[in-house]
């Protein structure tokens, strides 16, 4: 029988989007929690490189950055397919699953905790690149790695770009995006893995009044 | 019969890399040169969202993000593998290759182009970054992802910190690295497909005299 656990924190995207592949899998698996202030030494003798969650161990042996967990987890367990099965389909999830972690995503986590010319800038940012998944997301089916991914989205960034008093992400500016959200967040499955909102408003509230946490 | 196009340029690590993995596949491909200064209405066409090479198209559809690309690669074309076949192995060569491009290869690049503290801080970083690597690299056998990524330090890097003036990888410091260089550059594939070293080092003279190019 294989032996999987799971370093997160609670209140992580990434670590949720890795919770999230497993339980569609159907894998059983152990959560240990990490306190990020005081890292256990599993923690940084698992991902000594980076010496972050998640972290996920199968086996005894550790993987670190959640897209690679995801990766992982899809090549590895059977049950309902995290990427799609078509090359050219994958390589675009592949893309997208980029590009909002590297750039749209980070740009509008950023503007979040920014000030003055700074979060204008990045604020500009993340539109601009919303726009583009504005376009991506019309018309997408099955739950998969995108949506994992764009979860940050859909939940979280909602409520922290209102607590940052920004208007980024606005069923005005984004009604494509907006639609994909409403339905995402009332799939059965997505809508029992989130986050609670009103714990998930209390971190970061707790965040924005100490500057500390992230 | 399929149609494969790259849109690059000649002195880029990143479409090297595509490049490498096309012809390790025995893929037959036309490169159309992009002036990076004056980006075709194809390659905007192409990549909307990046503007940047390399973009390979296949059949008409375009796929970019040099990483994405070389798993495409990977999953379409028969012959030598690019990624290892055992999950874990596969999860521990996109971690390195995540590793390479968004931190430690980055943080060497930038050390080149930047001046006082700046140098300093990223030059601290890079070597860092490289530490971990001296581990990895050892014991490695078949060419394949890791390498075609890690092919900047072991070529375009080495032309350019002499050039910046700059001591990062050295053999005195990571001698597992300088064994794995010497091994790569000399295998007969890979020697083919390097840029020349005088043609190279004459672009990376020209962007630090004119402060351009990247």
Known sequence: MSEVKLFGTLFSPFVRRVEMALKLKGVEYEFIEEDLKNK???LLQHNPVHKKVPILVHNGKPIAE??????YIDEVWEGPSILPKDPYNRAMARFWVKFIDDKCGLAAWRAC???????????????????FLEEEI????????????????????????????????????FPNLWKWINEYCNDNFIKENLPDKDKLTASFKKAFATGNLY
């Open 40 to 42: 256990s030494s599993l």
């Open 113 to 131: 905790w920014s000030v003055g010319e700074e979060r204008e800038k990045l604020k500009e940012e993340a539109i601009d690149g919303l726009k």
């Open 138 to 173: 019309k018309g997408k089916n099955n739950v998969g790695l995108v949506d994992f991914v764009a979860d940050f989205f859909a939940h979280w960034f909602l409520i922290l770009q209102e607590l940052a008093g920004l208007e980024i992400l606005t069923q005005d500016k």
């Open 66 to 71: 959640s897209t690679v967990i995801l990766e």
